[in-house]
């Protein structure tokens, strides 16, 4: 599987980014997938996650503020992120994770496949 990310960019605190991912393959609408996040020098932690049945879950600090959703038409997971602050920023990546489940993991290693990234900068 390979997963190509993009919609990053810099925004003003306060604004807002969509990020997509797009998936290879013809089995995606199977998939879980999820958005990590991680700033420079610090470890890749959990954003949001959507498994096949659009069950979905958030990380703390982002719920409320950000969307996942997915569409499966054209293997293409979203983020939404509103309300940005300089906390959100960092690089994002998304990872499938090709194993069923309730919810979407929240660890890292819990995924077999990443993205390459895309870099999300918030100036205050």
């Known amino acids: 599987v390979q997963l190509q990310a993009s919609g990053g960019g810099p925004v003003q605190a306060g604004g807002s980014l969509r990020l997509a991912c797009v998936a290879s393959g013809d089995s995606f609408s199977d998939y879980t997938m999820g958005w990590f996040r991680q700033p420079p020098g610090k470890e890749r932690d959990f954003v949001a996650g959507?498994?096949?049945?659009?069950?979905?879950k958030y990380a703390d600090s982002v719920k409320g503020r950000f969307t996942v959703s997915r569409d499966n038409s054209k293997n293409t997971v979203y983020l939404q992120m509103n309300s940005l602050t300089p906390d959100d920023a960092a690089v994002y990546f998304c990872?499938?994770?090709?194993?069923?489940?309730?919810?979407?993991?929240?660890?890292?290693?819990?995924?077999?496949?990443w993205g390459q990234g895309t870099q999300v900068t918030v100036s205050s």
């Open positions: 990872g499938v994770d090709l194993l069923v489940g309730i919810l979407p993991p929240t660890k890292a290693y819990e995924y077999h496949y």
């Open positions: 959507i498994n096949r049945d659009k069950v979905t």
